[in-house]
Every structure is written in C-alpha cells, then in structure tokens.
C-alpha cells in the first residue's frame, strides 16, 4: 500500500516536470500566516457560537405565536381607528386665522415653488401630507364641503385610495 | 484525540451525553485542512475564520442528516467549499459594481498582507493560481497542496474524475504559461 502510494507521488512528480517544469520546481511550502495561538482557540470559538439552545416547549411556543398575532392584530385595529379619527375631526374642522391663509395655497402652487417635492412625491407622502393639515390645500366650497382648487374632496381622495389598495400597514409601514 | 475514527466522532456527536466533547474532538481533528483549504481560496485570514467558523457551525446543524453515502471528511470539505464558494460570488459581485475584478483587487492585496510570508516566487505562484476560474482554481488547490485523490474530490466538487483531471491539466498548463511570461 505504502509502494503504491509512493509510486502514484512519483508518476505525478514526473507528469508535472513533463508538462509543467516550472511548477515543478517550486516548493509548496505554505506562504500563508495565521495569528498566534489561532488553532487553539478555534475549537472553544466554534464550541461558543453551537451551545445548544434551550429548548422551548410545544405549549411555550404556542403561546408565544399567538400573543405575537394578537399584538399585530391589536396594532392594526388601533392604527385604523386613529385614521377614522382624524378623517372624522378633520371634517368638522373650521379654518381660521393661520389655517384661512394657508387654505389660499393650492397644490399647484406648491409644486411651482418647490419642483424638487415631486421627487419624493409618492401617494404615502401624498396622503400624509393632505391629512396632517400641515399645508392646507383644502376649502370649503359654498356647501361647506371640503374641496380643493381641482375640484377633488375628501370623499374623493378617500376613494381614491381604496382603489389604489393604499392600505393602512403600507401607509403607516406596520 | 487524532486517533478517533471518524466514525467514532460520529458516534460520540449523536449522542446527547457526549455531543459537545464529541465535536470538539471533531473540529480539532480537521479544522487545519479545512482552514488552509478555505484559505487557499480567499486568501484573507479574516474572511478564512469567519468561513471555517460558519463550516462547522454548519456541520453541527446538518450533522442528524449526514447520511454517510459519503465520507465525513469529503462531507466537511463539500460544506467548506460550498460556503467558500458563495462567499467569493457576493465579494465578486461587490468588487464588479466597485472596481471590476476581484481576482486582481485580491494580487494586490497578497503582496501587503500581513498573513502572507511568501518570498517572490511563491506571491507569482499565488497570483497565477488567481488567473483561474473558482471551480478550477479549487481543483488545482485540492491536488498540488492537499494532495487529494481524484474520487474524493469528485465526491466534494460533484464532477466526475474525468472531468477533474482535464481541469488540473489545463490549471497547470495555465500557471505554467503565466509563469513563463512574467
């Protein structure tokens, strides 16, 4: 066994002298480094990161899966209801003072004044933008119904956004 | 500790009462050829850790799976390459959106890294080894440094010897003509 493996190292030698004479030549001793004492503490590094894991019970498991849902669940249901609370205070909101001067600004002339907001202009901040009243560009037309200079009204945008499936979670990211 | 077959770390790693000490005995029979054998690949000692870590942590992981159609050691090696190989594709992609070429980026890195201790021959030979594709690099790797057979081999690469022993021949026709034109 030990002649066969010497005689396979030496037909191998020869095969590369034949093809590869450079090669050949060159010593394999190994170029590379490693830190001091790095073969020694490998196995306890290794041994540090697989320590088995305590294991969890079916019943323990469970229970943690469905406390998780209900939160989802109960963040979902919140978030809903502060947009239907905003939808509805906003609608029974009188302008006055500050908010009269800003209700003059429509969205085109927001755009005129600052193009670069177009960039970032998606339906999310869109919609933020509209229902935090933080740039009125809705009146109240004779009727006492809130629209703005295009003639779009709230009931308008709220369809708007059902159609385009803008839901809650993508708007509030949940 | 080197004296346990394979199988009888095998052994001792599927049993709860000795499953710790058993593949500490493991990681401490092959963690240098698996090392130098990643190493020999990425070439940073840092990347080399960080891979041969992930390699054992995976075999622990898969160890209840191991199925023993092959042997433990070409299993070892096969995980090795595998994480060595996914490793150089997302640094290849990294580098093709920054500079363009890895391979080069790595022939310069060789020359001021602390880790290498090579003389001028051995930094040519290293950067003629990083003209070659992966796969055929590996080849080379596992024949001129490890020494390997060609059947373990073709059980770690999934190719036939065939096509093993035609890719080691035009590896080292190609690092034979690289070191001609230098």
Redesign the interface.
Known sequence: MLQDKNNKEQADKLNLEAIAPELAKMNKTNPFMVPGNYFEKLPDEIMNKIRVPKRISPAELLYTIFLKRKLNFAIIVSGIIVILAILFFNKSENITGENQFFSNITLDDLLRENPEIIEYMDETFLVETLLAGSVQVIDFNDDNVMVNDTGISQDDLIDYLSDEEITTELMYEL | MDGYSDNKLLEMCLNPES??YG??LL??KY??PV??HI??MV?D?EDA?DL??DT??KV??NLRKFREESTLYTWIYKIATNETLSFLQKKKLKYVLRTGNLENQLATQIKDDS?????E???K??KAILTLPEKQRLVFNMK??E?MKYEDMSEVLGTSVGALKASH?LA??K??NF??NL
């Open positions: 499953e710790n593949f500490s990681i401490r963690q240098k090392y130098w190493r020999r070439l000692h850790d041969v870590q054992f942590v622990w992981r880790y290498f201790d090579g003389d021959i051995q930094l030979l290293q001129y440094f020494d021949h080292v026709k690092i034979e070191l001609n």
